[in-house]
């Protein structure tokens, strides 16, 4: 265990500023692409859910158009849509590597992920209560906001959760290619030198961060749910 603790210091110091760099990158990445697929997911996840069948504005052709949208995207391995919209990559953001061409490919991989997530927590409210507000005169839109999103809050919670910790998996994905982070730093100083130890502690860091995301997650989840 000295050994191998003695082994690893040396490195870790050595490389700490990159360390840091990297972790400040992933943060970057997952926190701008989290943002900007939850606003995009969401909305497509209540109209999955509005527009199906015996629902408040039920409407099979935009509800058949958007899943399978979404089915589409979410088919796609994510290593193979890195490359796949390279051309909308470099028009949005101007090139394919580093952080900022990360970002448009972890948006397009995790927006589907979110309107799945979404669309399923929001089937778990209860229909009851969504009755009583129509019987109460409450028009879709006051049911949407009042009824169906605040009933399925924790549920929402816990999905953004789950993709939060999905995009940190994605973005040490893009790092393997260029796309900068974690990823990238295990690649460039652990994979490439065959220096374990970079490895080692670059997947420590994320076991750290991702545990302390769901622990967070649990928080919210369990005062919401209260």
Not at 57 to 83: A, D, G, H
Not at 183 to 212: C, E, H, P, S, W
Request: proline share 4%; charged share 15%.
């Amino acid at each position: 265990m000295m050994k191998l603790m003695n082994s690893i210091i040396p490195n870790v110091v050595e490389l700490f500023p990159d360390m840091i760099q990297a972790l400040l990158e992933t943060i970057n990445m997952v926190s701008i692409s989290g943002i900007i697929s939850s606003l995009i997911g969401i909305p497509l996840g209540i109209i999955l859910i509005v527009t199906r069948e015996d629902n408040l504005l039920e409407n099979k052709f935009i509800f058949n158009i958007v899943s399978k949208l979404v089915n589409i995207f979410r088919s796609i391995p994510f290593v193979i849509l890195l490359t796949a919209i390279i051309p909308i990559t470099r028009f949005f953001v101007g090139t394919t590597i580093g952080t900022k061409g990360a970002i448009v490919p972890l948006i397009f991989g995790a927006t589907p992920f979110v309107a799945r997530q979404i669309e399923s927590a929001l089937l778990k409210v209860d229909p009851g209560v969504i009755e009583a507000a129509r019987a109460m005169g409450s028009s879709p839109l006051e049911i949407i906001f009042r009824v169906l999103l605040l009933e399925g809050l924790p549920g929402i919670v816990y999905s953004l959760t789950i993709t939060t910790i999905s995009l940190i998996g994605f973005s040490a994905v893009a790092g393997t290619v260029g796309g900068g982070g974690l990823g990238d730093f295990a690649i460039r100083y652990g994979y490439q030198y065959f220096k374990t130890d970079v490895m080692i502690v670059t997947i420590i860091i994320l076991l750290v961060i991702v545990n302390l995301i769901q622990s967070i997650g649990d928080i919210l989840l369990k005062k919401l749910s209260h």
